[in-house]
């Protein structure tokens, strides 16, 4: 399997992790609404609100720019910043990093011995809603807070933020 996919799946099954240990169900969408940024929908799964649509990227250390004590520095494609800064979005739109090892091999480790799987590395959420217009071609960087760590609470709070209305 080409490694791409196999980052784009893992990053699909890394985040159900998160999404059903928050009681919350998530949406693998189409490839048509792939190209308007939105790769999963998340939702609560008893009821029609609050609704956000997931931008979700996978990659390993190499591919960042830089990751000091406080963020991340990520290049964003330019089609999915400019779908990710719409102010005007009915439904919220968040953009998730998933970080893998660079071997496959050490993404999932299960430890026999202990009784234990281990899922490494961690994913990273931000919202750039209402961010600025870029004059860049290809790619636009970003600066994801080390501080927005993917985890069920953190979830569980966006989820509850954005069915009082409030910004993400």
């Not at 799964?45 to 004590?69: A, G, L």
């Not at 089609?79 to 998933?98: E, H, S």
């Not at 750039?128 to 790619?139: C, D």
């Amino acid at each position: 399997m080409d490694i791409n996919i196999q980052k784009e799946e893992f990053s699909y099954a890394y985040i159900n992790s998160i999404v059903s240990t928050a009681g919350l169900s998530q949406i693998i969408q189409t490839r048509s609404m792939d190209m308007k940024s939105v790769d999963i929908t998340i939702s609560k799964p008893d009821k029609p609100y609050p609704v956000i649509d997931v931008q979700v990227k996978c990659t390993s250390s190499s591919d960042i720019i830089d990751i000091n004590k406080n963020s991340i520095l990520y290049d964003l494609p330019v089609n999915n910043y400019n779908q990710l800064i719409d102010k005007d979005r009915r439904t919220p739109l968040i953009f998730i990093l998933v970080l893998v090892p660079e071997d496959v091999h050490d993404w999932v480790v299960v430890d026999k011995a202990k009784s234990e799987t281990l899922v490494k590395k961690c994913a990273y959420w931000m919202s750039l809603k209402g961010y600025s217009e870029t004059n860049n071609n290809t790619k636009q960087r970003i600066k994801i807070p080390l501080t927005n760590l993917l985890t069920p609470d953190s979830l569980n709070l966006i989820m509850d933020k954005v069915g009082k209305r409030q910004e993400i």
